[in-house]
């Protein structure tokens, strides 16, 4: 957690997303899944960080998590660079 940087929602083991995205799947017979990349930015008495509004949303099928996490990563990184032009919402 750093000021200024981008992080998403979720950004835990692969294990558990699998295991995340197969319980939807299975229980509620949910196919897609989305998490949201935010921006740490300072709170309002400037003691600590919190995550901004979501800056762009990665939609993908829940039998497919690591594709839509790989694609998270990467716009992050494009996110600190500078460098993301990309949409809002993007489908992995």
Request: aromatic share 12%.
């Amino acid at each position: 957690m750093e000021k200024g940087k981008y992080d998403f929602e979720g950004s835990e083991s692969l294990k558990e997303v699998e295991e995340t995205a197969s319980y939807l799947s299975s229980r509620y017979k949910q196919t897609f899944f989305s998490v949201g990349i935010f921006q740490w930015i300072p709170t309002k008495d400037g003691k600590g960080l919190k995550r901004s509004p979501v800056r762009v949303r990665v939609r993908g099928q829940c039998l497919y998590p690591e594709k839509v996490y790989a694609l998270a990563r990467q716009i992050v990184n494009e996110l600190d660079m500078g460098a993301y032009t990309g949409k809002k919402n993007v489908t992995a």
